[in-house]
């Protein structure tokens, strides 16, 4: 199963990531500071790839299979509840 990111966009509070197996996930930008915190412009600057999400400008990336495991950014300080 191809469980790389197609397309991502944003809302006010999340990120959406159309998956290529033709699911959707929506994840709280309060997961992830960098992108919470980032303009419009900066969060649509990425890169997609077969395992993730990257951010140049922001220095983030995030794993595919990280968000399907419910995993935030793990250098936040904050905990996410299971």
Wanted: contains cysteine.
């Amino acid at each position: 199963m191809n469980t790389s990111a197609k397309s991502v966009w944003f809302d006010d509070n999340s990120m959406w990531i159309e998956l290529a197996d033709g699911r959707t996930l929506g994840v709280p930008l309060a997961w992830f500071p960098r992108l919470l915190h980032a303009t419009p412009e900066q969060r649509q600057n990425c890169e997609l790839s077969i395992n993730g999400i990257h951010w140049d400008d922001l220095d983030e990336d995030i794993s595919v299979a990280g968000l399907l495991a419910g995993r935030g950014d793990s250098t936040s300080t904050t905990k996410i509840a299971a």
